[in-house]
């Protein structure tokens, strides 16, 4: 079983900056998927970026050039930078860590893909 714990959140004005970190323990390994979602009020929960297992990353292009995923193996820690907020970034971010199977291998941004999730942390954006 995996556990996750996303802190980092809060309130910022547009075109500040946050980082966003997940603590990550138990059965978890290099191997794994792990992916930053969020959800906006009354809209679907919708990934934004997620790391493979190689290293590789993923951006939807609503963040690509904006926001930066990294892991910190030794700390177990799974980030998101996240700069030049703007407004419609306000939402519960989420982080999410799957074994590297289909389906999370080749569609890393689907929410039913993931069994093991964080509590969210919040981000709003404010001008």
């Known amino acids: 079983q995996v556990q996750l714990q996303e802190s980092g959140g809060g309130s910022v004005q547009i075109g500040g900056s946050l980082r966003l970190s997940c603590s990550t323990s138990?059965?978890?390994?290099?191997?794994?998927?792990s992916a930053w979602f969020r959800q906006a009020p009354g809209k679907e929960r919708r990934g934004i970026a997620a790391?493979?297992?190689?290293?590789?990353?993923f951006y939807d292009n609503a963040v690509k050039g904006r926001f930066t995923v990294s892991s910190d193996d030794a700390k177990n820690t799974l980030y998101l930078q996240i700069n030049n907020l703007a407004p419609e970034d306000t939402a519960m971010y989420y982080c999410?860590?799957?074994?590297?199977?289909?389906?999370?291998?080749?569609?890393?941004?689907?929410?039913?893909?993931?069994?093991?999730w964080g509590q969210g942390t919040q981000v709003t954006v404010s001008s």
């Open positions: 138990g059965n978890i390994d290099r191997t794994y998927y």
């Open positions: 999410a860590a799957e074994p590297p199977h289909p389906p999370v291998a080749h569609f890393p941004f689907m929410v039913a893909a993931y069994h093991s």
């Open positions: 790391i493979g297992g190689a290293g590789k990353t």
